[in-house]
């Protein structure tokens, strides 16, 4: 019962991968149904510390998917405890409980600074997704966007749930395309701020140095880290047309993997196992997707539907997900390799693009434009859901996010 709903999110989008779920997972609920989690027994102080904790929490456990918050009557799931402040300091203490076995899932106490609160109910509403469903949460990532609001496109970062938006550069140039390392301690992406040719960047957020990792002649963009965070998978034009090649990064080593003629690459991206890379081509005459071994070889072409194919993510469950145009809009589609079969996960009410997986395998964070606005947008692939990142308020137009923590084991 435990893990009741861990073979929803392995089945919901291709039931062919039921067969390859653990034995002890058993299916009690509808592929988009939530569980009802009484929170009525978690109790909060008067203090803002306490209500902002409260809040959030509230706030993520919703946003996750998995549970609908009600009251005592008839809840599958039970939270107790509570979170008040003591000193200068909150404590949470929490436990979880299986309302009907009345078997403990989950007990941990929390204690941080006030001014921590958001994160420690970001830490609890992770915790209890992976104590009930088995499955990953996302509250505690970190996205990074690109945003115009100077009149440039510069760097951004804020929470999953679109709080505590900060602006990470200011090269009063254009950027591009950047992605978290496995780790979130690193960030690299695509500028043109030193030259009139785009140059690959690295971040290191804790010192905020900054470092030029590719400035050959030409271009040098869309850099992705491996899942083990050693090398980067990026497009250079150095030797002629944009070619995908990967970069080891401690011995800045390059590996060439294509050499296609009069054909450009774009928007690598590696798979779960470091073993192969997703990627954009037109040699075919239109924008297509194809793989290839890490080791290089003849690219395998991606079988889909649509004119063009572009911005693909491969997540962390082995699905991936990218843009095709289809109708005059971009789509959002999933494929699933192992099967080869596509499933649709956006509505046909705009043009959807640049999706990044969260860690949860479940959600999408995409650019959302209509009437000439862009925005970015969480899209939630079992069910309806599909909101906005930042509050309305928030000034400018968003690209490129890109979600942090998709390696990292709860």
Same mark, same amino acid.
């Given at each position: 019962m435990k893990h009741f &709903? @861990? #073979?929803?999110?392995?089945?919901? %989008? $291709?039931l062919a991968a039921l067969t390859d779920c653990p034995a002890q997972i058993r299916v009690t609920k509808g592929? *988009?149904? #939530?569980?009802?989690? !009484? &929170?009525? =027994?978690?109790?909060?102080?008067?203090? /803002?510390?306490?209500?902002?904790?409260?809040?959030? %929490?509230? *706030?993520d456990l919703t946003r996750s998917g998995w549970f609908k918050l009600a009251g005592p009557a008839r809840p599958e799931f039970t939270l107790i405890g509570g979170a008040e402040e003591g000193g200068a300091r909150l404590v949470v203490r929490s436990e979880a409980y299986n309302t009907m076995t009345r078997a403990r899932l989950f007990s941990k106490t929390y204690k941080g600074g006030k001014e921590e609160a958001r994160s420690l109910a970001h830490q609890l509403a992770d915790d209890l997704v992976f104590a009930l469903t088995g499955q990953p949460g996302m509250a505690s990532s970190k996205i990074v966007l690109v945003g115009n609001r100077t009149g440039q496109k510069e760097l951004y970062i804020c929470d999953a749930d679109g709080f505590n938006l900060r602006q990470l550069t200011r090269d009063n140039a254009i950027s591009l395309a950047p992605r978290w390392s496995p780790d979130g301690k690193q960030i690299v992406y695509t500028s043109y701020y030193r030259t009139q040719f785009p140059e690959v960047f690295l971040i290191t957020m804790q010192s905020g140095r900054r470092q030029?990792?590719? =400035?050959?002649?030409?271009?040098?963009? @869309? #850099?992705? $880290? @491996? +899942? !083990?965070?050693?090398?980067?998978?990026? &497009?250079?034009?150095?030797? =002629?047309?944009?070619?995908?090649?990967?970069?080891d990064i401690n011995s800045e080593r390059l590996t060439r993997l294509t050499a296609s003629k009069r054909a450009a690459e774009a928007s690598p991206s590696w798979s779960p196992d470091g073993r192969q890379i997703v990627f954009v081509s037109d040699s075919s005459g239109t924008p297509q997707l194809y793989i290839i071994g890490q080791e290089g070889g003849? +690219?395998?072409?991606?079988a889909v539907g649509g004119s063009q194919n572009v911005d693909p993510d491969w997540g962390p469950n082995g699905y991936i997900v990218y843009s095709s145009?289809?109708? =005059?809009? $971009?789509?959002?589609?999933?494929? /699933?390799?192992?099967?080869?079969?596509?499933?649709?996960?956006?509505? +046909?009410?705009?043009?959807?693009?640049?999706? @990044?997986?969260?860690?949860?395998?479940?959600? &999408? $964070?995409?650019?959302?434009?209509? /009437?000439y606005n862009s925005r970015v947008f969480i899209v939630d692939t079992l069910g309806p859901s599909c909101i906005n990142l930042l509050r309305e308020s928030v000034k400018g137009d968003w690209f490129s996010p890109d979600c942090s923590g998709k390696y990292i084991k709860p």
């Amino acid at each position: 019962m435990k893990h009741f &709903i @861990s #073979a929803v999110v392995v089945s919901a %989008l $291709f039931l062919a991968a039921l067969t390859d779920c653990p034995a002890q997972i058993r299916v009690t609920k509808g592929l *988009s149904e #939530a569980a009802f989690l !009484d &929170i009525s =027994g978690f109790k909060s102080g008067a203090d /803002n510390a306490s209500l902002v904790f409260r809040r959030t %929490l509230e *706030s993520d456990l919703t946003r996750s998917g998995w549970f609908k918050l009600a009251g005592p009557a008839r809840p599958e799931f039970t939270l107790i405890g509570g979170a008040e402040e003591g000193g200068a300091r909150l404590v949470v203490r929490s436990e979880a409980y299986n309302t009907m076995t009345r078997a403990r899932l989950f007990s941990k106490t929390y204690k941080g600074g006030k001014e921590e609160a958001r994160s420690l109910a970001h830490q609890l509403a992770d915790d209890l997704v992976f104590a009930l469903t088995g499955q990953p949460g996302m509250a505690s990532s970190k996205i990074v966007l690109v945003g115009n609001r100077t009149g440039q496109k510069e760097l951004y970062i804020c929470d999953a749930d679109g709080f505590n938006l900060r602006q990470l550069t200011r090269d009063n140039a254009i950027s591009l395309a950047p992605r978290w390392s496995p780790d979130g301690k690193q960030i690299v992406y695509t500028s043109y701020y030193r030259t009139q040719f785009p140059e690959v960047f690295l971040i290191t957020m804790q010192s905020g140095r900054r470092q030029c990792l590719a =400035g050959f002649p030409g271009l040098n963009a @869309s #850099a992705a $880290f @491996s +899942p !083990d965070g050693r090398k980067l998978a990026l &497009i250079l034009s150095k030797d =002629g047309n944009p070619d995908l090649f990967i970069m080891d990064i401690n011995s800045e080593r390059l590996t060439r993997l294509t050499a296609s003629k009069r054909a450009a690459e774009a928007s690598p991206s590696w798979s779960p196992d470091g073993r192969q890379i997703v990627f954009v081509s037109d040699s075919s005459g239109t924008p297509q997707l194809y793989i290839i071994g890490q080791e290089g070889g003849e +690219p395998r072409r991606i079988a889909v539907g649509g004119s063009q194919n572009v911005d693909p993510d491969w997540g962390p469950n082995g699905y991936i997900v990218y843009s095709s145009f289809i109708g =005059g809009r $971009f789509q959002l589609y999933v494929f /699933n390799p192992a099967a080869g079969e596509t499933k649709q996960i956006t509505p +046909p009410d705009a043009s959807y693009e640049d999706p @990044s997986w969260a860690p949860d395998g479940r959600h &999408i $964070f995409c650019v959302r434009k209509q /009437n000439y606005n862009s925005r970015v947008f969480i899209v939630d692939t079992l069910g309806p859901s599909c909101i906005n990142l930042l509050r309305e308020s928030v000034k400018g137009d968003w690209f490129s996010p890109d979600c942090s923590g998709k390696y990292i084991k709860p």
